[in-house]
């Protein structure tokens, strides 16, 4: 056994000098314990390497960038008795799309579990913006290219527009998932059985967004701009299972946060506010847009089957929900031109509170081979 294993990391660590791709297995025996495991190893490079134009949709949800990385490995430890058994891995460690997993079990007892694993996404690659970002995703413009718009007559300001934009930097327009999860299994007796999870995702990067200068309707441009939200989903079941009934309770709990409220960004038209016209419309400097508000969702339900002569059962559920929302809300314009007193908020934020009910009785039945009934 020491053999095999000695060859092993001498052929991983081989394929890593080498750049080839090359995979390994060894069983041992480890403080009493069977460990058993396999990887595979290498690295990639690219004789004739895709300009990022070409290879965009290619890569959207993948990392086949050139370097050493390692493809698969999997560890896994068990009691002499296989009551006990740990397992560990990882694919694809190094990448932007990585995973990394544990799992431990009692045979009958407990399962318990964590997963780690990101999830890239290329939206775009070869987009180019004049704007400069900044904190809480507020975009700005040079003064310069404002004030040689707003002074230029209409028919000349989309070329020069595009000559701006020839002359802009490109930015990438992606973004990354990393999920995180645990769970655990527990089985104290046989008849109960009880499910916990946890899921932690945290959302980042750019990805293109519209904004409208004036109302109504007005001028359209897209942003690159940021994503920074987490979500927070947990989840317990536990089910309680005998010959002729079954009863069964959960509790769902979801929080979504969003670091970013609002999008606000310089009108590459206009240098300086704009009162509105005789027409009702206006002309900001500046362009607000809210982006979407933090969110909680709880759910508790009660599921439950009674088996009854005749080859009937009845089965039954309700649940209870609640959803509230108490996002601070924006003022109703950005632009400093307009002056009005009636312009003030009704409050300042939704407060918003909802509760669902959900009730479900349905009988089935099978008297004779031929008949069927039913109701709900």
Not at 17 to 45: C, D, H, N, Q, T
Request: hydrophobic share 40%.
């Amino acid at each position: 056994m020491r053999l095999v294993l000695g060859c092993a990391l001498g052929t991983l660590l081989l394929s890593g000098i080498l750049l080839l791709p090359s995979s390994a297995m060894a069983e041992v025996e480890f403080l009493g314990l069977k460990a058993s495991g396999e990887g595979e190893a290498g690295g990639r490079i690219y004789v004739d390497f895709p300009p990022k134009k070409d290879r965009g949709k290619f890569e959207e949800y993948r990392d086949l960038s050139p370097g050493v990385f390692l493809e698969r490995l999997r560890l896994r430890f068990e009691s002499v008795d296989d009551k006990y058994s740990l397992l560990l891995g990882a694919t694809d460690a190094g990448r932007e799309d990585q995973r990394f997993f544990l799992y431990g079990s009692r045979l009958g007892w407990f399962t318990f579990g964590f997963e780690w694993d990101q999830i890239p996404r290329d939206f775009s690659n070869t987009a180019r913006s004049p704007y400069t970002q900044g904190p809480q995703d507020v975009f700005t413009l040079p003064t310069s290219i404002q004030t040689t718009l707003q002074r230029a007559p209409a028919a000349a300001q989309p070329g020069i527009l595009e000559s701006f934009l020839t002359t802009a930097p490109g930015v990438e327009l992606q973004t990354r998932w990393d999920t995180a999860r645990i769970l655990l299994n527990f089985t104290p007796i046989p008849d109960l059985d009880s499910h916990a999870e946890y899921t932690r995702t945290l959302k980042t990067g750019d990805r293109a967004m519209g904004m409208i200068f004036g109302s109504p309707g007005g001028n359209l441009v897209e942003l690159p701009g940021s994503i920074d939200q987490t979500v927070h989903d947990f989840r317990f079941t536990a089910g309680f299972d005998r010959k002729w009934w079954q009863l069964q309770l959960g509790y769902d709990l979801s929080i979504f946060d969003n670091d970013l409220d609002a999008l606000i960004a310089a009108n590459p038209l206009r240098v300086t506010d704009a009162p509105l016209g005789p027409t009702g419309t206006s002309a900001p400097a500046h362009g607000r847009s809210s982006l979407a508000p933090n969110n909680t969702a709880q759910t508790i339900s009660l599921s439950g089957g009674m088996n009854l002569p005749w080859r009937s059962r009845l089965a039954g559920t309700f649940a209870y929900g609640w959803r509230s929302q108490d996002q601070a809300f924006l003022p109703h314009t950005i632009n400093g031109a307009i002056v009005n007193p009636g312009l003030t908020l009704p409050a300042s934020n939704l407060d918003g509170d909802v509760n669902t009910i959900l009730a479900n009785l349905r009988f089935t039945s099978r008297p004779f081979r031929t008949i069927t009934l039913g109701t709900r």
